[in-house]
C-alpha cells in the first residue's frame, strides 16, 4: 500500500536557490548585474482590502481593493557602493567612495530578477518602475556580511519599451519560460 495524503503534483514546478537581480535606469531594460546573492529573496504582495458588510447581525457583502503593492527583498554579499545607492533611493557613488545625505529626491530604476528551476524554467520577474525602500544596514561580524535590499514597484503606464500598460498590469510581470 502506498503512502496516504499525498496530493497530485509536477515535479518541473519544484525550484530552489538564488536568483541573479538585474537593475537599470528608469524606462529602460534592466542589465546591470548587482551581484552575488544569497537564496531567501522575496517578492511580497499586498492588497488591502476593505470589507463592506450589511445587516443585523452584519454580514459581508462585497469588498474592494484600496492598496496594492509589490516589495522585492533580496540579500547582497558584496561590498557594492552602487547597491547601496540604489536601496537608498539617493547617492554618489564612485569606485572607492560613497557619499550619502541630504537629498529629499528618490531615485526611480528598473528592475528584473531571473531564475532558473531544476527543470529548466526561467522566470522573469519584471518590476516595470521602482523605488529603493530607504534602509540599509551595513553589518559588521564573523559571518560573510549580508546586505539587505528591499525595493517597492511603483505604478508606471509603460513598460520598458514604451509599450502601455492596461489596467491591472501596471505594477510588475512574471513569465515563465520553458
Excluded at 482590502?49 to 540579500?75: C, F, M, W
Excluded at 564612485?94 to 532558473?116: I, P, Q, W
Excluded at 556580511?145 to 511603483?154: G, P, T
Aim: proline share 4%; with cysteine.
Amino acid at each position: 500500500m502506498g503512502a496516504y495524503n499525498v496530493p497530485s503534483y509536477e515535479t518541473d514546478k519544484f525550484s530552489f536557490g538564488p536568483a541573479v537581480l538585474y537593475a537599470g535606469p528608469a524606462g529602460s531594460t534592466p542589465s546591470v548585474d548587482i551581484g552575488a546573492v544569497r537564496s531567501g529573496g522575496s517578492l511580497v504582495v499586498t492588497r488591502t482590502i476593505l470589507d463592506v458588510n450589511q445587516g443585523s447581525p452584519a454580514t459581508l457583502v462585497k469588498r474592494y481593493v484600496t492598496a496594492e503593492s509589490g516589495v522585492l527583498t533580496i540579500t547582497g554579499i558584496e561590498w557594492d557602493f552602487d547597491n547601496f545607492s540604489r536601496v537608498l533611493g539617493a547617492g554618489e557613488t564612485s569606485a572607492n567612495t560613497f557619499e550619502f545625505g541630504g537629498s529629499m529626491t528618490v531615485s526611480n530604476l528598473a528592475l528584473k530578477l531571473v531564475h532558473r528551476n531544476p527543470a529548466g524554467h526561467t522566470y522573469t520577474f519584471c518590476i516595470w518602475l521602482a523605488n529603493g525602500q530607504g534602509t540599509l544596514t551595513i553589518p559588521f561580524g564573523d559571518d560573510i556580511h549580508e546586505f539587505e535590499y528591499s525595493f517597492a514597484a511603483l505604478q508606471t503606464e509603460t513598460d520598458w519599451a514604451g509599450n502601455s500598460l492596461a489596467e491591472g498590469k501596471r505594477l510588475f510581470k512574471i513569465t515563465k519560460e520553458t
